[in-house]
């Protein structure tokens, strides 16, 4: 049962403090999103991938955050410093090539909190 | 206008009722549809997606599109407790017609089952 993984699953920090999630893409697909999902904001897409290179990140704050894919099995969402206002759910998600090339499938997500 | 817009709830059903979830979308252009459940804590899951040519009925779920009302529908039969969750509509963006889209979701219908 193929399935996007992330690590870790919950993380508390202290203000100030730099936050790095992790994400193994399903095996074959050629894109990743990160996603932030609040209650007052809903789900907000951060940055995409395809084939390992940024097409958007235009969601993301600049200034404290960074999205990278070193390989094509995991991708790297940063956050230096972190605050308090970046406490969410964040979560990957990961599309095939070809087919319903639209479809995307989320990892369980990491519960941030930044005190 | 945001681009895709749904009712936020709650809906409440009678086990066994059809509930009707709805999701109007602003690009007349937009070719294909996303419905996922979130249960609460947990990650948005894929149910079904349409494209433009048709409905699509999946065991007790059916999509439904209104192209000229630019809306889309998910119908659930004989809804179950088990129903209970978040509904996310998601669309791909107006003019990212790329192959490989990002998507813009909704801020979710919370569907009630009562037993």
């Known amino acids: 049962d193929a399935r996007v993984t992330q690590t870790p699953r919950h993380k508390v920090t202290e203000m100030g403090q730099e936050v790095t999630m992790r994400c193994q893409p399903i095996l074959g697909h050629n894109t990743v999103f990160w996603y932030r999902q609040t209650m007052m904001q809903g789900l907000e897409l951060l940055a995409y991938?395809?084939?390992?290179?940024?097409?958007?990140d235009s969601g993301m704050p600049k200034d404290r955050f960074s999205a990278e894919m070193p390989d094509a099995t995991l991708a790297t969402l940063k956050i230096q410093p972190s605050e308090p206002r970046d406490s969410a759910v964040y979560f990957c998600?990961?599309?095939?090539?070809?087919?319903?090339?639209?479809?995307?499938?989320f990892g369980p997500g990491t519960r941030l909190t930044v005190l | 206008q945001k681009e895709v817009e749904q009712n936020s709830g709650p809906l409440s059903v009678p086990e066994g009722a059809i509930a009707s979830l709805n999701c109007t979308y602003s690009?007349?252009?937009?070719?294909?549809f996303f419905w996922y459940r979130q249960y609460s804590g947990k990650s948005p899951e894929l149910i079904m997606f349409?494209?433009?040519?048709g409905d699509k009925e999946d065991g007790r779920f059916t999509a439904q599109l209104n192209k000229a009302s630019q809306y889309v529908s998910l119908l659930i039969r004989d809804s179950q407790p088990s129903d209970s969750a978040t509904y996310l509509c998601?669309?791909?963006?107006?003019?990212?017609?790329?192959?490989?889209?990002?998507?813009?979701f909704g801020a979710g219908t919370i569907l009630r089952v009562k037993s």
């Open positions: 998600a990961s599309g095939p090539k070809g087919g319903a090339a639209d479809t995307q499938y």
């Open positions: 991938f395809r084939n390992r290179a940024p097409l958007d």
């Open positions: 690009d007349r252009g937009s070719q294909s």
């Open positions: 349409i494209y433009s040519n």
């Open positions: 998601a669309v791909p963006p107006r003019g990212y017609m790329e192959y490989g889209n990002k998507l813009v």
